[in-house]
């Protein structure tokens, strides 16, 4: 660490990127319009399983403005990849519906759209299997779930701790495949010249995205090169390359002229991603007072016939309490579904629905408060790897949400509070979320004048990193904020992990930092004074990363859920939302604030709301428009409160922070199905809690 | 979206004529509202019209006292001004809450009162053209069925269509019982509503007993002193900016000893047509109005429900719903 | 088909030439760079293109250009005036009511023109007393998160929606 004065880490400055968002100057992927530019409307399967037999674009090419209609047939080859899913064009294998078999270029957007309904696309339509089942035939255990635990895993002999545990829990939970929706669809500008492909784009990384799209081009990555100043939204669904970027590109080097490609909503349900549906049985083994024997914790979950997309469901559950005994497993079947991905908070968000719904059946089985119950079964060290956490405040969490909340008068008893046609009832869940670093580097200059320029390819998808890093670099630098410009999301900016794993500003930080301390050097060198034509200063940082102290670092947090149930119609809101976290030093507490209550809000749209219907007789997504998709609009959410403990942690990164992207998501879904329980009687254990699962 | 023509008919009868001349030379005219539906489902490839007759600036959009004491609203009159003028909300404020309850703020800024009459049913396979709909493309089939049908009918429905109205303003119409004012090819004529839409059948092409070339130029509220005391109640998973999953418009006129002397109700998301429960409103008159009698007559209107797999919840939700609204709006002063 | 008429946006007129199947929503991002006007679903489902024609708030995904060719338009790109930000813009800074950013320029849109519903006496389906008599109705939070309902949020920023306008409203 520097001795630099900590001034700006700490202080709720507004988001530097403001005005430019409420004025609407801030440009998205899609706001570029090169000069020649044209429209593609891409053409989706509509068969779940097959091949293309045939293309008749005759009346699509007599569309006036009509440019080229692109299929297998017809399209550039990309080099061999294993990233099937981007082979876009490529083969005339159809492996789910909604599957891009054909894109549509012309001069104008109206033009391309018409065109792509005019196409006739033959078929050889094959039987589909679209269904997740727990009793599925095809199901196998992947050798790995993301991004690379064992699939298995089992401590001592849970099966006989089962059997002979005083008090037992056994049930299966759902959760629905959803997805992800971010305001913003996904889009891409594609331009070829000189050999070389320029691409905006909205994405969460774009450093990475280069390196998945290069290849495929037969170039090398300094050879592509993305732009993406501005992303509206991700949550996991703009971390990796998807189908459209490629068929942008590849349109657009078809034709010689740029190409905008903006995916329509109704694409996203199939192109984009989205989460696994999970099916979970969770056994719990207790002595009386709740104290934990075993812990078993199996997941079902399904990935494309493309790619295995593992998702970590129940990794979770190897960290978070202890037990002696315990089995946590995953079982994948490869479907004829569109390739799942991330969505916020993957494996944790659906995982522990499960394992805190189990938890508060357990707490109701002993009779024990639920807060008391995960008190008692607190671990000293990491289940999972026996190391040491870094810091684990969970127990804080929870105290600090008891006396913000009021718990400590809750009466037990379900279903016996009413006023009026309302029943109303409290719930609580623990959430966690792991603090990881990935390398990146960044490059730091200062002018004579002053003035600092800071250069990352990382991201800001609404998560405040541009604020966040410009208050990171002018601590490092000991300058004031309104001094130092911190440019992002440009592939030929130095290389950035991906906004993912809630480790942007830990990873870009400790890189941000490095470099301005390593310009500080270079300054102190030219004895304090910028030398004519400036100074420049860079870092990397992939040996601070691998050489750091072994310890297991979890950030945590507590959930308190209110609800209330309408007793005619059982129509389920929840009327109060608190979360505690403890996620290390908070760089901005009003941007973290918006990140905690962002993901909480999510997290009560996937108690009660997000579904995705899977149509098995089509083989899609049937309710794929955010009519039917149903994401929290405003009145659903009440005044949501987000608080987080003090947490000195000195074994994360210069700043001390964890990540708080996702963790607000996780375990609200729990509180919430926890809250149902506790005002009706009822235990809903799939997701979403409609009021079909309530109304009597 | 197939191109097409645009025109702006300066009157009634010309906006008539030149949808007749555009149904004549076979460019499939239709009129355009508000947009809010159409223009969807012009994007989605349901409506393919080859001409448009916009109907904006011709339609009445003025809402006027008829002498008996009712209301004569213009087919133009956009939503938001139909639920925020004082008669509606004073009169008729079930009518003002079922407007309110629907769409958004922005939508209720665009779509009229016509348009609003005329929307169609939002079931999914209605609206993707990839799959089959015997409303969309006859005789295809009816995938709901066996599918996903969770928000579609359990009243009324037929073997080749399960859909939903999805109106919410219809429902609280449907209560009031209106007359609707049409110009058609033929001249000008009124369609009683309920009776305007109808129930599938054996040809769910058809929503309404309008033809092609009707235009919807007023609808006429007769004087209904009842209504005073009515309610529009609408359950809905999200909590606003969504379809009703079942709502309830409802009017109780009870006499000097707590007996119900007359009452409307209808229901809405639960057949093809807003249902008027003329069952429920036969058990009900002349009975005490206590949540006894309340549910009785709800029993009676869902006797003839035939829910589907996935929709059997619908039938105690709309007996409860019934039930309370009638109740709340017994102890109603 | 094309049409040739004048668009009248944030007091500048624009001469076109329309496909009359062009909405609103694509000319001005497409044609007019105009881009703060926001497309998220296209079919009239999250409120992200939210504009003002007339002065009321309406959807630009949803309406064909060629319709309003004879109406005042406004976008984000004119709601500052030249005293600088609208109200709403300072607030919704300063509440942090927006992540992304994506789905703000419909935001401040829809609530300029929600204030103007209220001052009008508008009700909502959260006005308790429906029948009652046109006063102004008093924008409690219940009430701004009701008319706000049709501006969808996926970064969840809506208490601080509220907030914002909420500060203005009062």
Same mark, same amino acid.
């Given at each position: 660490m520097t001795t630099t004065e900590i001034k700006y880490v700490g202080a709720p400055i507004d988001r530097v990127d403001g005005l430019e968002k409420v004025t609407g100057r801030a440009r998205y992927a899609s706001e570029h319009n090169p000069r020649d530019?044209?429209?593609?409307?891409?053409?989706?399967?509509?068969?779940?399983?097959?091949?293309?037999?045939?293309?008749?674009?005759?009346?699509?090419?007599?569309?006036?403005?009509?440019?080229?209609?692109?299929?297998?047939?017809?399209?550039?080859?990309?080099?061999?990849?294993?990233?099937?899913?981007?082979?876009?064009?490529?083969?005339?294998?159809?492996?789910y519906r909604g599957q891009y078999v054909a894109v549509a270029v012309a001069e104008t957007l109206e033009a391309a759209r018409e065109a792509a309904g005019l196409l006739r696309v033959g078929y050889a339509e094959e039987t589909h299997d679209v269904e997740l089942r727990a009793d599925h035939p095809r199901l196998y255990r992947p050798e790995y779930v993301n991004p690379r635990f064992p699939a298995d895993e089992v401590r001592g002999d849970p099966d006989t701790a089962l059997?002979?545990?005083?008090?037992?829990?056994?049930?299966?939970?759902?959760?629905?495949?959803?997805?992800?929706?971010?305001?913003?669809?996904?889009?891409?500008?594609?331009?070829?010249?000189?050999?070389?492909?320029?691409?905006?784009?909205?994405?969460?990384?774009?450093?990475?995205?280069?390196?998945?799209?290069?290849p495929l081009f037969g170039m090398p990555p300094e050879q592509v090169r993305i732009i993406s100043p501005y992303v509206g939204g991700g949550f996991g669904s703009k971390g990796r390359a998807h189908p459209h970027v490629v068929l942008a590109a590849l349109a657009a080097k078809q034709v010689g002229r740029p190409v905008k490609l903006t995916v329509t909503r109704r694409e996203m349900f199939a192109v984009t991603g989205y989460r696994t549906p999970t099916i979970q049985r969770v056994r719990l083994g207790a002595e009386e007072d709740g104290r934990l024997i075993a812990i078993s914790h199996e997941a079902c979950e399904q990935s494309s016939t493309l790619t295995e997309f593992a998702e970590q469901t129940t990794v979770v559950t190897r960290m978070m309490y202890a037990a002696p005994h315990r089995r946590t497993t995953h079982r994948l079947v490869r479907l004829d579904v569109p390739t799942p991905s991330w969505m916020r908070a993957p494996g944790e968000a659906p995982g522990m629905f499960a394992l805190e719904s189990a938890m508060d059946e357990l707490a109701v089985a002993c009779g024990v408060d639920p807060i008391e119950l995960r008190v008692r079964n607190e671990p000293a060290t990491d289940p999972a790897t026996g190391l040491p956490f870094s810091s684990r405040n969970l127990v804080a969490c929870l105290r600090e949400g008891v006396r913000r909340f009021g718990w400590e008068s809750r009466d037990p008893r379900p279903a016996v509070r009413r006023r009026g046609r309302l029943m109303y009832g409290t719930g609580v869940a623990s959430s966690t979320y792991p603090a990881y670093r990935s390398p990146s580097e960044a490059w730091a200059r200062a002018e004579t004048g002053g003035t600092f320029t800071v250069r990352i390819a990382a991201a800001d998808l609404g998560t405040g990193a541009r604020t966040v890093l410009t208050q990171i670099a002018a601590d490092a630098l000991g300058a004031p904020v309104e001094r130092v410009r911190v440019e992002i999301g440009d592939s030929a900016l130095p290389r950035a992990s991906v906004a993912g794993g809630s480790m942007g500003t830990a990873s870009w930080g400790t890189a941000v930092v490095r470099a301005c301390e390593a310009l500080t050097r270079e300054l102190e060198r030219s004895g304090g004074v910028v030398p004519p034509g400036g100074a420049e200063a860079s870092a990397a940082t992939a040996q601070e990363i691998r050489g750091q102290e072994r310890y297991a670092r979890h950030a945590f947090g507590a959930q308190f859920a209110e609800v209330a149930v309408d007793a005619d119609t059982g129509e389920t809101r929840v009327t109060r939302l608190l979360g505690v976290f403890a996620a290390g030093r908070?760089?901005?507490?009003?941007?973290?604030?918006?990140?905690?209550?962002?993901?909480?809000?999510?997290?009560?749209?996937?108690?009660?709301?997000?579904?995705?219907?899977?149509?098995?007789?089509?083989?899609?997504?049937?309710?794929?428009?955010?009519?039917?998709?149903?994401i929290a609009a405003n009145a659903d959410v009440p005044d949501i409160e987000a608080y987080w403990v003090e947490e000195d942690d000195p074994h994360l990164n210069p700043m001390g922070t964890k990540g708080i992207g996702e963790i607000g998501i996780v375990g609200t879904a729990a509180a919430v199905a926890n809250a149902v329980h506790h005002a009706t009687g009822i235990r809903v254990r799939d997701l979403p809690i409609r009021l079909d699962r309530l109304v009597r | 979206m197939r191109p097409f023509a645009y025109e702006r008919p300066a009157d009634v009868r010309s906006a008539v004529a030149t949808l007749e001349a555009g149904l004549e030379t076979g460019a499939d005219a239709m009129y355009l509202g508000g947009g809010t539906n159409l223009v969807d489902l012009m994007r989605l490839g349901v409506a393919r019209p080859g001409t448009l007759v916009d109907v904006t600036r011709v339609a009445s959009a003025t809402i006027e006292e008829t002498p008996d004491g009712g209301l004569l609203i213009g087919a133009g009159v956009r939503n938001g001004d139909l639920a925020a003028h004082p008669l509606v909300r004073r009169r008729y404020p079930m009518l003002a809450?079922?407007?309110?309850? !629907? &769409?958004s703020g922005q939508i209720r800024n665009m779509a009229t009162v016509g348009g609003n009459l005329l929307q169609r049913t939002r079931c999914s396979y209605f609206q993707d053209v990839t799959k089959p709909c015997n409303k969309r493309a006859p005789g295809s089939g009816c995938p709901a069925r066996t599918g996903d049908h969770r928000n579609l009918a359990i009243l009324g429905h037929s073997e080749s269509c399960v859909a939903t109205h999805p109106s919410d303003m219809a429902v609280a119409l449907a209560a009031i019982g209106v007359t609707v004012?049409?110009?058609?090819?033929? !001249? &000008?004529?009124?369609?009683?509503?309920?009776?305007?839409?109808?129930?599938?059948?054996?040809?769910?092409?058809?929503?309404t007993v309008l033809s092609p070339g009707d235009l919807i130029t007023a609808v006429e509220l007769p004087a209904l002193p009842m209504a005073a005391r009515s309610r529009y109640r609408k359950v809905r998973d999200r909590a606003s900016f969504s379809f009703a999953v079942v709502s309830v418009a409802a009017a109780l006129d009870l006499d000097g000893e707590g007996r119900v002397r007359d009452c409307r109700i209808a229901l809405g998301a639960v057949a093809h047509v807003p249902w008027r429960a003329e069952s429920a409103e036969a058990a009900l008159r002349g009975a005490p109005a206590t949540e006894e009698e309340f549910a009785r007559a709800a029993d009676a209107e869902m006797r003839g429900a035939r829910p589907l797999r996935l929709n059997a919840f619908k039938v105690p939700l709309a007996r409860n719903l019934l039930v309370r609204v009638l109740a709340d709006l017994a102890e109603t002063p | 088909m094309t049409v040739d008429l004048q668009l009248s946006v944030n007091d500048q007129l624009y001469p076109l030439t329309v496909d009359t199947r062009e909405t609103l929503l694509d000319t001005l991002r497409e044609r007019l760079d105009l881009a703060g006007c926001k497309k998220g679903c296209d079919h009239g489902q999250c409120g992200s293109c939210t504009v003002l024609v007339d002065g009321r708030r309406v959807k630009a995904c949803l309406t064909f250009t060629v319709t309003v060719d004879d109406k005042p338009i406004t976008t984000v790109e004119g709601l500052?005036?030249?005293?600088?930000?609208?109200?709403?813009?300072?607030?919704?800074?300063?509440?942090?009511?927006?992540?992304?950013?994506y789905c703000t320029?419909?935001?401040?849109?829809?609530?300029?023109?929600?204030?103007?519903?209220?001052?009008?006496?508008?009700?909502?389906?959260?006005?308790?007393?429906?029948?009652?008599?046109?006063?102004?109705?008093?924008?409690?939070?219940?009430?701004i998160r009701e008319r706000m309902s049709g501006n969808l949020c996926r970064c969840g920023a809506y208490p601080g929606i509220v907030a914002a306008i909420g500060e203005v409203a009062r």
């Open positions: 530019l044209t429209y593609a409307a891409p053409v989706q399967a509509t068969i779940a399983r097959g091949e293309v037999t045939g293309m008749d674009a005759g009346a699509a090419l007599k569309v006036p403005g009509v440019i080229a209609v692109i299929w297998h047939g017809n399209a550039p080859r990309l080099a061999p990849s294993d990233a099937a899913e981007l082979s876009v064009l490529q083969s005339p294998r159809v492996a059997a002979s545990a005083p008090v037992v829990v056994d049930a299966t939970y759902t959760t629905p495949a959803e997805h992800n929706n971010p305001m913003e669809p996904h889009a891409t500008v594609a331009e070829w010249d000189g050999g070389g492909l320029t691409v905006h784009d909205s994405t969460q990384g774009p450093t990475a995205l280069r390196g998945e799209l290069a908070i760089v901005n507490p009003k941007t973290a604030r918006s990140q905690f209550v962002g993901g909480m809000t999510m997290g009560m749209s996937m108690a009660l709301l997000e579904e995705s219907v899977m149509d098995a007789r089509f083989g899609d997504y049937l309710n794929h428009d955010l009519a039917q998709y149903h | 809450q079922a407007v309110l309850s !629907g &769409a004012h049409v110009e058609g090819p033929g !001249g &000008a004529r009124t369609v009683p509503m309920p009776g305007l839409h109808r129930l599938p059948g054996e040809d769910p092409s058809r929503d | 500052a005036g030249e005293r600088g930000l609208h109200p709403l813009q300072n607030a919704f800074i300063e509440h942090d009511a927006f992540q992304c950013g320029p419909g935001q401040l849109c829809s609530a300029v023109g929600m204030l103007a519903e209220a001052a009008l006496g508008w009700p909502s389906a959260a006005t308790p007393d429906i029948a009652g008599t046109a006063a102004e109705p008093v924008l409690g939070e219940e009430e």
